[in-house]
């Protein structure tokens, strides 16, 4: 039996709202922080499936979907706050680095904080190539993608990658949250995703 967690979460409106989610068992003991292992609550993936449609918002509260980028391949980027430092080198590499290399994929990063936020930092930061989005309204992309860390608030750091019929060709968990991803393994799938290189890679999972 799976178990379930009930959250519980304070609206700016002063509403609460309340939700049952599972945790996730695909990645159970796989992410630590300061030493101490944390837990995923949501569904989780595996390479391989068909990717789950997820609702975020843009930096203008408009809603955004797995669904708006059909037909194109995704990179999705996944940090916990773009407040902190090493959140802030990941999202600016992908900006500065992989976007203008790989044109034919859409390169998304999303955090759980609040768009306003994400706009900030994006207009101090300069990162202009690649679309930031918010898991704060719904927490839906955490909850299908089992990336929501419990009693954080926050998503867990990761690298997703899904081809143009939107399956998932690669997943990397990156298993100290204090810790940027393996950027040369996400090259590496990246050029064998747009047909630069010819050996397999999967990734880890």
């Not at 700016?12 to 049952?20: K, M, N, V, Y």
């Not at 992989?98 to 034919?104: D, L, Y």
Request: one cysteine or more; glycine letters at 6%.
């Amino acid at each position: 039996m799976l178990k379930k967690i009930i959250l519980t979460l304070s609206l700016a409106s002063s509403t609460t709202l309340a939700f049952e989610i599972e945790e996730n068992q695909i990645d159970k003991g796989k992410v630590f922080a300061q030493g101490k292992e944390v837990t995923l609550l949501g569904k989780g993936i595996k390479i391989g499936q068909q990717a789950t449609n997820f609702k975020v918002v843009n930096a203008h509260f408009k809603t955004v979907t797995l669904n708006d980028y059909s037909g194109k391949a995704v990179l999705i980027s996944i940090v916990p706050s773009l407040d902190t430092g090493v959140c802030s080198l990941q999202t600016k590499f992908f900006n500065q680095e992989i976007a203008e290399k790989f044109p034919n994929i859409e390169m998304l990063t999303i955090s759980a904080d609040l768009p306003f936020a994400q706009k900030r930092f994006c207009a101090t930061e300069g990162i202009d190539k690649i679309q930031t989005l918010s898991d704060s309204v719904w927490r839906d992309f955490g909850k299908q993608y089992g990336l929501y860390i419990k009693d954080m608030g926050l998503l867990s750091r990761a690298i997703v990658v899904l081809d143009k019929e939107h399956k998932v060709t690669y997943k990397q968990l990156v298993s100290n949250l204090a810790k940027e991803p393996n950027y040369e393994e996400v090259i590496t799938h990246l050029n064998q995703l747009s047909g630069k290189a010819t050996e397999p890679k999967t990734g880890t999972e």
